[in-house]
C-alpha cells in the first residue's frame, strides 16, 4: 500500500488532458500529442498498480475523502483484482484508441478532449464504491459516447446517438430510483445515511428487495446489453468512428458486467439467486439470437456488433452458474472480448476508409490486395471465435466448466453455440478476404506504419491472454471468492463453495 493518491491521479490525469486539449483547440498536433501522452501516462499508472499486494479484505488500493457530508457521500475510491483488470484495460484500449485516431480532422481538439473526458468516467466507475459518486460516472461516461457518434458518426449517427442516449438513460434512471430507495431504507434502520457499499451491504431490504434488485439490473442490463435490452448497440456500433465502437465493444459494454459484480450481487444476494435461471436464459436466448443475426448480415460491423451480444451472451451465463471457474472466466472472457472484438472493429472502420464500403457483397479478395491487413482481421477473427492458443477461448471454457457443474443442461447449450460462432465468422472472412474483387476499380491501400503499430500490441495482449490466462486470472481469485462468500444464498444454490 502507498501513501501516494494513485486512485485520485487516475482520475485527474484525463480531466487534465481534456481540459489541455480545450486549452490548445487550435493546435490539433499539440493535441494528438497531448492525448497520447496522458494515456500513455495513465497505462503506466495502472501497470503500477500490479505490484502492490491486495489486503485481507481484498482491496489492493483505497482512499476516502470528504464529499457532501450532508448527504452522507464521500470521494471513496478502491481498486480489488476486478477492478484492477478493468482499469487495465481501459488504459490500454485508450492508447489504442488515440493511435487509431491518429488522422482524425474533424474537431481533433473536441475528439480528444471527448475520449480523455470519457476515460475519467469509465475509470470513475470501475473505482467508485460510494454509490452516489458510481452514478455520477455512470452518466458521465455516457455523454462523450452520445457526441462521438452524433459528431463523428456515419450515416443515421444522430438516429443512433439519441437512440443509445435514451435506452442508456432510461436504465440509469431506474438505477437512481434504486440507489436513493435503498439508501433512504439504510437510513432509517440504522439512522447513519450513507451511500458507502459496505454500509448499504447491511441493509435489510425486505419485502423490497426484488424491486430494487430489479432496479439496478435493469440500469446493467441495458448496459451490456441482454435481450431484450440490445438493439440499441447494432445501431450505434454501425456508425460510431472507429475509436467509439472500439470504446463501446471494449469498455462501456464491461461496466453492465462490472456492476452486477460488484454492486447488484453484493447488495441483494437474496433477489440476485432467485433470479439465476432467469439471467441464464436471457443469456442463452442471446448467445443464440445475437450468433444467428450476425450470420444474416451483410454489413460487417453489424455482424460484429450482434456477435458481440452473443459472447457477452456467454458472460452473463457465467455470472448466472454463480461459481468460482465460472465467475473468473465470465470476467476474463470480459477482458478477451474487450481486446478482440475491439480491434476487429477498428479494422473495420479502416477497411470502411480504403473501399468506403463494408458490405459484404461488394468486397473479396482483400487477400490479394491488402495482405497485411488481411493478416491482422484473419487473426483477431480466429481469436474471436475462441481458437484454442488465443483470447476468448481460456474464458469460455471456464465459463463451460462452470455452468456444466452447475446446470449440465446450460454447459451444453453454450458449447453447442460455438457451432453458431463459426459459421458467421467464416462467413465474414470467407466474404472479404477470399475470393476476387467484384467490381474493379483502384488498388486497395495496405495498412499503415501508424496503423501495424497500433494493432500491434493488441495481438500481443491476445497472444497473452491465450498462451497464460493465469496472469489475468490470480488476481481474480480473491475478489470471486470474497463476492460468493458475501452472497450466501447465490452460493447455496449450487449447492456451496466449489
Avoid at 88 to 99: N, Y
Avoid at 233 to 246: K, M
Wanted: with cysteine; glycine share 8%.
Amino acid at each position: 500500500m502507498t501513501t501516494f493518491p494513485v486512485l485520485t491521479t487516475l482520475l485527474l490525469l484525463p480531466l487534465l488532458g481534456t481540459a489541455l486539449c480545450l486549452l490548445f483547440r487550435r493546435q490539433a498536433d499539440l493535441c494528438r500529442e497531448i492525448a497520447l501522452a496522458v494515456t500513455l501516462v495513465i497505462l503506466g499508472f495502472s501497470i503500477w498498480c500490479f505490484t502492490f499486494p491486495a489486503a485481507a479484505d481484498g482491496w489492493i488500493l483505497s482512499e476516502s475523502y470528504r464529499w457532501i457530508p450532508r448527504l452522507g457521500a464521500r470521494l471513496t475510491l478502491e481498486m480489488d483484482g476486478l477492478s484492477l483488470l478493468l482499469v487495465a484495460l481501459t488504459a490500454f484500449l485508450q492508447v489504442i484508441a488515440v493511435l487509431i485516431s491518429w488522422h482524425q480532422k474533424k474537431h481533433p481538439a473536441f475528439f480528444y478532449a471527448l475520449l480523455l473526458l470519457m476515460e475519467c468516467g469509465i475509470l470513475g466507475v470501475f473505482l467508485a464504491t460510494d454509490l452516489l459518486l458510481f452514478y455520477l460516472f455512470w452518466e458521465m461516461m455516457l455523454i462523450p459516447m452520445f457526441f462521438l457518434i452524433g459528431i463523428w458518426g456515419h450515416g443515421r449517427r444522430v438516429y443512433a446517438a439519441v437512440k443509445f442516449f435514451l435506452f442508456t438513460l432510461a436504465g440509469s434512471l431506474l438505477m437512481l430510483l434504486a440507489i436513493i430507495g435503498l439508501y433512504l431504507l439504510h437510513g432509517r434502520q440504522t439512522g447513519d445515511y450513507s451511500f458507502a457499499l459496505e454500509a448499504l451491504k447491511a441493509t435489510d431490504c425486505g419485502g423490497l428487495e426484488p424491486w430494487l434488485y430489479a432496479g439496478f439490473m435493469l440500469g446493467f442490463l441495458i448496459k451490456v446489453p441482454v435481450i431484450p435490452f440490445h438493439t440499441w448497440l447494432p445501431d450505434a456500433h454501425t456508425v460510431a468512428p472507429a475509436a467509439g465502437s472500439l470504446d463501446l465493444a471494449g469498455l462501456l459494454l464491461k461496466t453492465g458486467v462490472f456492476g452486477i459484480l460488484r454492486f447488484a450481487f453484493p447488495l441483494f444476494p437474496a433477489a440476485a439467486a432467485a433470479s439465476l435461471p432467469l439471467l441464464a436464459t436471457l443469456a442463452l436466448v442471446g448467445l443464440f439470437y445475437g450468433a444467428w443475426c450476425a450470420y444474416v448480415q451483410n454489413d460487417v460491423k453489424r455482424l460484429i456488433a450482434y456477435s458481440s451480444v452473443s459472447h457477452l451472451g456467454v458472460t452473463m451465463l457465467g455470472l448466472a452458474s454463480a461459481n468460482v471457474p465460472a465467475m473468473e472466466g465470465a470476467i476474463l472472457l470480459m477482458l478477451c472480448h474487450g481486446v478482440t472484438t475491439g480491434a476487429l472493429f477498428a479494422l473495420v472502420s479502416m477497411l470502411r476508409r480504403r473501399t468506403g464500403t463494408r458490405d459484404l457483397d461488394r468486397l473479396g479478395g482483400l487477400w490479394k490486395e491488402a495482405p497485411v491487413f488481411s493478416c491482422f482481421f484473419l487473426f483477431f477473427a480466429l481469436a474471436s471465435l475462441g481458437l484454442p492458443g488465443l483470447a476468448n477461448f481460456s474464458g469460455e471454457f471456464l465459463v463451460f466448466v462452470g455452468a456444466f457443474r452447475t446446470v449440465p443442461l446450460w454447459g451444453a447449450l453454450a458449447v453447442a453455440g460455438v457451432v453458431f460462432a463459426a459459421a458467421y465468422t467464416l462467413r465474414m472472412v470467407q466474404g472479404s478476404l477470399w475470393g476476387e474483387r467484384p467490381t474493379r476499380g483502384r488498388p486497395w491501400p495496405d495498412l499503415t506504419a501508424l496503423e501495424v503499430i497500433a494493432l500491434a500490441p493488441l495481438v500481443l495482449f491476445t497472444l497473452w491472454l491465450g498462451l497464460y490466462p493465469e496472469t489475468f486470472l490470480a488476481p481474480l481469485h480473491q475478489p470471486v471468492r470474497l463476492l460468493l462468500e458475501q452472497a450466501a444464498p447465490l452460493v447455496a444454490v449450487n449447492g456451496g463453495m466449489p
